[in-house]
C-alpha cells in the first residue's frame, strides 16, 4: 500500500488534503481513484489507512478511517556528519532514514570543504526514504553547526561513538557491545579530522571511538557501515 506522510493530526475521520505532489501521484502516476486507500503517518499518531474521497483536476481529498500501526520510532540515534559533497551527503541522508537515525545533524569541521546544503532536498529525500522504509517517523535533517559548539553544548547522557580513522580505536563491534541509546554517531569529512580535534574528542568522557577496520571509507560507507553496526550491536537489530 501506497505510504504518504501528511503533517496533519490523524484520527478516525479526518479530512487530509494531500499536497499537489502527492496528489498527482496518487492519481496521475498510480491512477488511484474515489475509494482507493492509502496509508498515511504523521510521526506522531502512528499509521491510518485513509481513502480517496474525492479526487478532481485540481488535487484529491483522503479521509482517514483507522489506525493500523500504533506509533513508535526506532532508539535514540542521531547521526553527525561533516559537511561533504551534495551527492554524497543526499546519500547519508536516505540511508539514515533505512537505518533509523532519529535526526542527521550536520557539522562544520576543521577540514569540511563545502559550507552549504540546500535542507529543503535533504528533507525531501528523508521524507521519501521514510514512506519507503515503513517507519513511522521522518528524520530531521538539522543545520549545519560547527563541531566544536555541538561538543560545548554535549548532554552527556548520549554516547558519542566517535568513527576515528586514526587507526588506534578498538574495533566496533567491541566498541558498541553493551552500549544503547541515546547515542550519536560521528563521522569527519573527506579531509579526516585536525589533530586538534582528535585530540579533544579523545578527551571527552562520553566519547566512545570506533575503528571501522583497517581501511578508510568514504565518509558516506563510513555512516553506512558504522549505523549498521550500531543498530546490531546496541539498536533494534538485535
Ligand atoms: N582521513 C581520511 C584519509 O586519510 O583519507 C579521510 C577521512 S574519511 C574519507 C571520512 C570519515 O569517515 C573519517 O573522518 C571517519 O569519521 C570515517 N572513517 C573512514 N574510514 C574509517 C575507519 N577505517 N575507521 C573509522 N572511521 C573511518
Redesign the pocket.
Known sequence: MIRLFVPNDLSAGAGVVPTVDQSRYLTSVMRLGVGAEVALFNGRDGEWRAAIIESTKRGCLLKAEEQTRPMETGPDLDLIIAMVKRGRVETIVEKAAELGARRVRLTVTRRTNVDFVKLGRLDAIAMEAAEQTGRLDVPEVADPVKLDKILDDWDSARRLVF???GGD?KPAIEALAGTGAPAAI????????APEERERLRGLSFVTP????P?????DT?AISAMTLWQAAAGDWR
Open positions: 568513527c576515528d580513522e580505536a560521528l563521522i569527519g569529512p573527506e579531509g579526516g579530522f570506533v575503528s571501522l577496520g581501511r578508510i571509507l568514504r565518509a563510513a
